[in-house]
């Protein structure tokens, strides 16, 4: 065998509705091949010819976790023959991606769904978006909410995935500023939502580039009205009719809406200051397990340093604490980021938009091109240090990926 890993990716089937280009862009793979120089040839599971040359294989399983339960998927999977016996004879492995956002919440049903097919936990890799993920699912082991000594590997993912141009400029944009707030959003959630429904009520909406992906369901606008009962109205609410796009004559959302070939987001951060950032994750459900916050940032949150913007980060409690700790400045001489630390979602969602009413109201557009300049060299130290930590944290991955294979 003269070449030690390979990858297959699952094909695409009935219960996983996906075109098979976006099951590749959503791989471990690239990620792997792009930002970690790692050689991790993608092979096709019908040549068995070649996947015998192969002393490792891993076979990635991507979710679409917007369609199915997570252990519903997994049991509708068909897992080749050939795969599953190389599995429990140790020389498969299977990795499992949930559009690499990876929640810590399915930890026991993929094990649950392991013991029922006989595979060895040790054989299964899952990736993890999750920063503190491998706490976490420790966490959950001595709590004895998986009944299992063995463990599967957690392999950490932060999301640096998001749009970049090699044309933009490392230094603070001299573009006059149009609008005080960016607010970028494509799938629809019940904080962005609200976030957005709280934005017209205090008329700041006005004062913000939005754009809003997808179509606003009837269920959402209820569930919202539920929740924030008191603090938004129906009326509130209804007034935010989507898909939002920003103009395509100045560039557009890249990640956010569909770009268009050439457009770029980079007009948008240059002509505003503060962004708005509606993470993924918000929820207590998602984002705590038994009192310890998990800390999950995507392109989302990382975009902001990139383009030199203020983030307020509409997120899981401790994320904030986390990237101050990290080493990026929160310029919390300028914004209380208090809000972060609150533990019903709602309440941390209702401070930080108080946080943005005295932004608004303490800042004109000629006030935040001043605070601009003035901050200049703390926005372009950010942009560095999030260029320089991208490398640091190639090769932390691949610790973990060493890790995790070092008996192979």
């Known amino acids: 065998m003269n070449k030690k890993f390979a990858i297959i990716l699952h094909p695409t089937d009935s219960f996983n509705p996906l075109p098979q280009y976006y099951l590749y862009n959503q791989s471990i793979s690239p ?28 076979y990635e399983i991507i979710f679409d976790y917007s369609r199915f339960s997570y252990l519903d998927f997994l049991n ?9 016996e190389r599995v429990r004879n140790g020389t498969a492995g299977l990795l499992l991606t949930i559009l690499r956002e990876g929640y810590i919440y399915v930890f026991p049903e993929i094990h649950h769904w392991a013991k029922q097919k006989n595979y060895p936990i040790d054989k299964i890799f899952y990736v993890t978006g999750a920063i503190n993920g491998q706490g976490i699912y420790d ?35 001299s573009d006059p500023i149009k609008k005080k707030f960016l607010c970028l959003n494509r799938m629809s959630k019940a904080h962005r939502l609200a976030s957005l429904a709280f934005l017209q009520k205090y008329n700041i909406i006005d004062n913000c580039y939005v754009s809003y992906g997808d179509v606003i369901t009837d269920e959402l606008r209820l569930r919202v009205l539920k929740e924030y009962n008191g603090s938004l109205t129906k009326d509130d609410i209804n007034k935010i009719v989507s898909p939002i796009h920003l103009d395509h004559t100045q560039g557009t959302n890249a ?17 505003s200051l503060f962004s708005i950032v509606n ?15 998990v800390i999950f940032l995507s392109d989302k949150t990382y975009k902001t340093f990139y383009f030199h913007h203020i983030p307020i980060i509409n997120a899981g409690r401790g994320v904030v604490r986390y990237l101050r700790d990290s080493g990026y400045d929160m310029f919390d001489d300028i914004i209380d980021h208090g809000y972060n630390d609150v533990l019903d979602p709602v309440a941390r969602l209702t401070f930080m938009i108080e946080q943005i009413r005295k932004l608004d109201s303490k800042y004109s557009l000629q006030d935040c091109e001043e605070l601009r300049n003035q901050l200049t060299p703390r926005l372009e130290k950010n942009r560095e240090f999030l260029v320089n930590y991208k490398g640091k944290f190639s090769s932390m991955v691949m610790d973990d990926f060493n890790e995790a294979t070092k008996w192979l």
């Open 31 to 58: 990620l792997l091949n792009k930002y970690f120089k790692f050689e991790l040839p993608v092979i096709d599971i019908n040549f068995t010819e070649q996947l015998a040359s192969y002393s490792f294989v891993f």
């Open 279 to 293: 993470e993924t994750l918000h929820d207590t459900h998602f984002s705590e397990y038994n009192g310890v916050p």
């Open 76 to 84: 509708n999977q068909t897992i080749p023959p050939i795969i599953e």
């Open 139 to 173: 966490k959950m082991h001595n709590d004895k909410l998986i009944d299992c000594t063995e463990k599967i590997n957690i392999l950490k993912f932060q999301l640096f995935e998001f749009y970049q141009d090699n044309s933009v400029s490392g230094k603070v944009s």
């Open 255 to 271: 990640n956010d809406t569909n770009p268009k070939e050439g457009s770029s987001i980079e007009s948008y951060f240059n002509s």
